[in-house]
């Protein structure tokens, strides 16, 4: 297995999913700025329906680690990481706290 571990700000509110075959699942995508203020996407999928993605939205800066997959289209590389590993690391616009799971699918239904 690769494994992925990137710190970057969330592109846009995440949207969940239902597979063909009634699988659920959430993906977002979280950019990653170079030194050299260049900034590299990576493509995010959750699978299952977790409480965590009430708290994603645009901005946040998170911690994702996964396996991944890199694809060569044209002239750039897209990366798909699929979530093992989450951690909310900034504040969400109505929160006082940060929250910070390392296991999402733990997270009780009230979180």
Not at 14 to 25: L, M
Not at 29 to 35: G, L, P, W, Y
Not at 84 to 94: A, V
């Amino acid at each position: 297995m690769k494994e992925i571990l990137i710190i970057g700000n969330v592109g846009a509110d995440p949207v969940q999913r239902v597979s063909a075959k009634g699988d659920k699942f959430s993906t977002f995508n979280v950019a990653v700025t170079e030194r050299d203020k260049s900034t590299t996407w990576y493509h995010c999928i959750m699978n299952g329906e977790r409480k965590v993605m009430q708290y994603i939205n645009k901005g946040r800066q998170v911690l994702v680690r996964g396996d991944f997959r890199a694809a060569i289209y044209k002239d750039s590389i897209n990366f798909e990481v699929h979530v093992d590993t989450l951690e909310l690391l900034s504040k969400g616009p109505s929160e006082s706290g940060t929250i910070t799971t390392r296991n999402p699918e733990d997270l009780p239904d009230t979180y």
